[in-house]
């Protein structure tokens, strides 16, 4: 591979959503997240492999990050309107790596829901502009696979878990950074986290509406989310193995 194409911008591939390549990119993420889950009890029961999935994916975000401003840097690319990191994903990724760093639970609360949720949606819908085999196109998937891997260890590993609360907490944590997003937006003419405007790429917030319309969707979109995640991940489960407790204490008692 020619590395100065790899970086550069003139003539870069253009990202084209449920290509081939994004396809893949998304089934390793999931293969990834597999594995994680299927050795959740080997690796909860090594120190070692502990801490080296903790440090490794705390890394992992952090070189994604260093390398994507130096990117901006070397290539002409930074533009304070453009590249700051106040978009969901790029403050998401900043606090994992707090969060792989402290174990903070509050940010875990919030993580589990905002981080893992608007990683997804960016991971479906990437709002992308180069395509593979692009150093952009690389970075994308795997700093936002590392997001969402992040709280994912957290839950599946270190045994946290988020309440019924914590989608509120999530849901404040969302507003008041777009709140301080959109005063930054007005103030230097910027789009951060598309509140002025909607991505210039194909997205699922094409389907509601004009501005301000597709940011009150937002809002139901990120609950309705935030509910489905924790009845998958929490409430189900919960459900099930206190109806199968209770079939094996009936069965215990008219054996």
Not at 43 to 52: D, H
Not at 86 to 95: A, G, Q
Request: glycine fraction near 6%.
């Amino acid at each position: 591979m020619d590395m100065s194409s790899f970086f550069r911008v003139k003539d870069a591939p253009d990202f084209v959503m449920y290509s081939t390549s994004h396809l893949v990119g998304m089934g390793l993420l999931l293969l990834l997240i597999a594995v994680l889950f299927a050795g959740r009890r080997y690796i909860g029961s090594s120190v070692l492999a502990m801490k080296v999935i903790r440090y490794g994916l705390l890394g992992l975000l952090l070189l994604s990050e260093i390398a994507l401003n130096s990117w901006y840097v070397f290539e002409g690319q930074w533009d304070i309107t453009d590249t700051l990191p106040l978009e969901l994903c790029s403050v998401s990724l900043l606090l994992s790596i707090v969060m792989l760093l402290t174990r903070n639970r509050l940010l875990y609360q919030i993580l589990f829901f905002a981080g893992i949720g608007g990683a997804l949606q960016a991971w479906l819908t990437p709002s992308l502009d180069f395509g593979y085999p692009h150093f952009r196109f690389f970075h994308f998937f795997i700093a936002h696979g590392a997001i969402i891997l992040a709280s994912l260890y957290m839950t599946w590993i270190e045994h946290y878990r988020p309440t019924w609360k914590s989608i509120a907490w999530a849901m404040l944590f969302l507003n008041v950074l777009a709140l301080a997003v959109g005063a930054l937006n007005y103030a230097i003419g910027a789009n951060y986290m598309f509140l002025r405007n909607k991505p210039s790429t194909p997205s699922i917030l094409d389907m509601f509406g004009p501005h301000p319309y597709y940011l009150l969707a937002e809002e139901l979109i990120a609950l309705t989310m935030f509910i489905v995640m924790y009845a998958l991940f929490f409430w189900i489960p919960d459900l099930r193995r206190r109806v199968t407790r209770q079939s094996e204490k009936e069965r215990e008692l008219t054996g």
